[in-house]
């Protein structure tokens, strides 16, 4: 097999685990040309192979050691930017070649995996500012990354550093409804990520996330942390105009499944503590479509 069969086998795997694994995601990445979807999917299969270290079933040790070894990958290919990755790693050989291709930020996936050391090392959180370096970490690393491969409107290159600012801020805007719909679950695998000093706001404590009778207490705090992701949505959509047409629909569609789901949270807190909330494939389908009218308008 030539090189290029083997990349494009490679690539080929990405999009698969992106489809099968990230449907949210996936509805807006179809939209983007090929050579940055392809990338898009490379960044997305490496990022769920760390996550499922950190949700997996192995002891704190060795998810530890598994991540000291994708770090390592990881430098390895961020210090031979513009070569091939040796080995029959789909995952990282696309991620180089998409790292050659992109200039993909040095250290921004590496954050991640920080992120991931924090939830295997069962860090949790007193105030809101500290789950914020969690969510930079996990998602706002990778909406920089992300930005890398969208590129910016030559008119809007001038302001990079703020379009970085504002992937920041969207990565974590998106992460927080992630959270939101996973509190029972993570409170009953004993991982809370809601902060404490919220939790008291509402006269709550962390058993309570599993207590039926705190329904409306925990229905506030709910509302509460959904109020505070809009702000985060409100800050980090400013990116869209600063991007091309087809780049612009992604984040659109990508944004806007993660907006919807968090109407439907805060309209019914009470169904995201009993089971996890989502949209049905129409649903999303929908608001893909929308993201590409509204994109393709400016």
Not at 51 to 63: N, Y
Not at 258 to 276: G, H, K
Request: charge should be neutral; proline fraction near 3%; charged fraction near 30%.
């Amino acid at each position: 097999m030539s090189t290029t069969e083997s990349l494009a086998d490679a690539y080929a795997q990405c999009e698969a685990i992106t489809r099968r694994a990230a449907a949210n995601f996936y509805y807006g990445i179809r939209l983007l040309p090929r050579e940055r979807r392809r990338a898009m999917c490379a960044v997305y299969a490496f990022a769920r192979r760390v996550d499922d270290i950190g949700d997996g079933a192995l002891g704190p040790a060795e998810k530890l050691r598994r991540l000291d070894g994708h770090a390592l990958a990881l430098a390895e290919i961020e210090r031979t930017v513009g070569g091939t990755a040796a080995g029959s790693d789909a995952v990282m050989v696309a991620l180089a070649d998409a790292y050659t291709r992109f200039s993909l930020p040095a250290g921004a996936l590496g954050e991640l995996i920080e992120g991931v050391r924090m939830d295997v090392n069962g860090v949790t959180y007193e105030r809101f500012d500290e789950l914020v370096t969690y969510c930079r970490r996990v998602a706002g690393a990778i909406g920089r990354v992300c930005l890398e491969i969208f590129g910016l409107r030559d008119e809007a290159r001038p302001g990079a550093a703020d379009a970085q600012a504002l992937a920041d801020d969207l990565g974590v805007a998106l992460q927080l409804p992630n959270i939101l719909r996973d509190v029972a679950e993570d409170a009953g695998n004993g991982r809370v990520y809601l902060p404490r000093e919220d939790l008291r706001r509402f006269e709550l404590t962390e058993a309570s996330l599993l207590d039926p009778g705190a329904g409306e207490q925990l229905a506030q705090l709910v509302r509460f942390e959904a109020a505070r992701a809009r702000e985060w949505f409100e800050r980090g959509m400013a990116l869209a105009p600063l991007l091309d047409r087809r780049s612009a629909a992604c984040l659109l569609a990508m944004a806007g499944i993660y907006r919807r789901l968090l109407d439907r949270i805060e309209a019914r807190p009470e169904d995201a503590m009993r089971r996890r909330v989502s949209l049905p494939t129409h649903e999303k389908a929908w608001v893909a479509a929308r993201g590409m009218l509204v994109g393709g308008a400016r």
